[in-house]
T-cell receptor, first 111, second 112 residues
């Protein structure tokens, strides 16, 4: 499939290590945030979400942290696996029911 | 439960033509949103439909239009195609629009 972005920031991690992907959001009125994973040739796949009344949420091997003071979101992936290689997008719901996507980060997992 | 489906998956058109893309949301979902994805601009919101009404619109020219049917299926139309319209067009559905959106695989449009 075609690359979703030719000049994306890239995070390279070794298999088994933890990954942290960061995202700065723009709208202080945004109240809902989502992380998506997009593999080559596929549509974005929902990973985890968090509402603005929380600062942390955990899923299976993933944790999202929200810092509203500095408008920062992070996705932590524990024990990163080759299947985690993809482009990761954060998205904010701006309160007007539109998703605003970040530019994405490419995660590369090497053995 | 079946996911979001989009047809066709691939499309090649020439400049000046028009194109219609189709999206079938997850059963029970009433909100359908459309996005354009390009390497240079990333994911950009086109519009959102809920119960057959356009609720939100992004910053795209009037050549881009859409509609939603009573069964929540949606179509988007692009008229007078330009080379810059070449992109992956993604459809996403959700129950209400304010909750999690689930994406289809996209339609890859190439304009020659």
């Amino acid at each position: 499939g075609e690359s979703v972005g030719l000049h994306l920031p890239t995070l390279s991690v070794q298999e088994g290590d933890n990954s942290i992907i960061n995202c700065a959001y723009s709208n202080s009125a945004s109240d809902y945030f989502i992380w998506y994973k997009q593999e080559s040739g596929k549509g974005p796949q929902f990973i985890i979400d968090i509402r603005s009344n929380m600062d942390k949420r955990q899923g299976q091997r993933v944790t999202v942290l929200l810092n509203k003071t500095v408008k920062h979101l992070s996705l932590q992936i524990a024990a990163t696996q080759p299947g985690d290689s993809a482009v990761y997008f954060c998205a904010e719901n701006d309160g007007a029911d539109k998703l605003i996507f970040g530019t994405g980060t490419r995660l590369q997992v090497f053995p | 439960k079946a996911g979001v489906t989009q047809t066709p998956r691939y499309l090649i058109k020439t400049r000046g033509q028009q194109v219609t893309l189709s999206c079938s949301p997850i059963s029970g979902h009433r909100s359908v949103s459309w996005y354009q994805q390009t390497p240079g601009q990333g994911l950009q919101f086109l519009f959102e439909y809920f119960s057959e009404t356009q609720r939100n619109k992004g910053n795209f020219p009037g050549r881009f239009s859409g509609r939603q049917f009573s069964n929540s299926r949606s179509e988007m139309n692009v008229s007078t195609l330009e080379l810059g319209d070449s992109a992956l067009y993604l459809c996403a559905s959700s129950l209400h629009g304010t909750d999690t959106q689930y994406f289809g695989p996209g339609t890859r449009l190439t304009v020659l």
